[in-house]
DNA sequence: CTCATCCGTTAGCTATGACTTACGGTAAGT
DNA sequence: ACTTACCGTAAGTCATAGCTAACGGATGAG
């Protein structure tokens, strides 16, 4: 699976708050790191994470650095869910309708 | 947020086998456990860890215990990443644009 | 050229999580 | 009643993730 890391990423709530942050617009490491509890580097650390798992894209404006999402990646885990979500409510519906057969007579019994 | 449980619960690799195995079906614990290269016991403990993501429920059968899909849990980290989705590819899009007026004194590009 | 700013990387520490083994509890079969 | 099958939980071990402090490289201003 390739959205693996994906998941992986977002699991950490720190990367979840510095992948909302940049939901909301393109950002440079050092305004990024203000206003989290963390320090700069921990945050250089998970933009690499976050870089590696294909969700934001990064690109040199003079000294800085400017971080952005990456649509491509977050489309990735989208399409990934979706495809699950069709598949695990078509077993839900099967099993609910399996339970209906079964309702009249209680607990154990073969059709 | 309420679905920081859910994401933690898929970022585990064995977690997230034990969640396609039960999208495609009802199992219990021990049929669910054969197969996977970790003992029962782990595989007791990822699914306490997803059923409190609210990702699965569980019903006892006999001596067994039945795992299946919980469609909320899933729909709700479905409905954050949509909201996502539309927010980050807003920012996205207004970026775009607004590389587009930077190109005359930039690096010229423009289709 | 020199200095200051901004950033990525490394080393090292600590905390968290995943796993196994061992145990107790419940339900079905004989 | 006894045995067997199935499961959850507790204790303990080991690996890994996240963090800080310190360092070095690149860019822009003076």
Redesign the pocket.
């Known amino acids: 699976m390739t959205n693996a890391l994906a998941f992986?990423a977002l699991?950490?709530p720190?990367?979840r708050e510095v992948f909302e942050r940049l939901a909301r617009g393109p950002l440079?490491?050092?305004?990024l790191?203000r206003g989290l509890?963390?320090?700069?580097?921990?945050?250089?650390?998970?933009?690499?994470?976050l870089k590696e798992a294909g969700l934001v894209t990064?690109r040199?404006d003079?000294?800085?650095?400017?971080?952005q999402i990456d649509p491509q990646g977050l489309g990735q885990i989208r399409a990934w869910l979706d495809r699950f979500w069709d598949e695990a409510l078509e077993a839900f519906k099967a099993e609910v309708e399996r339970d209906d057969d079964t309702q009249d007579t209680e607990?154990?019994n073969k059709p």
Chains 1, 2 share one sequence.
């Open positions: 992986a699991a950490d720190t990367r440079p490491v050092g305004e790191a509890p963390v320090s700069r580097p921990a945050v250089s650390q998970h933009l690499k994470v990064d040199p003079g000294t800085r650095r400017v971080y607990t154990g």
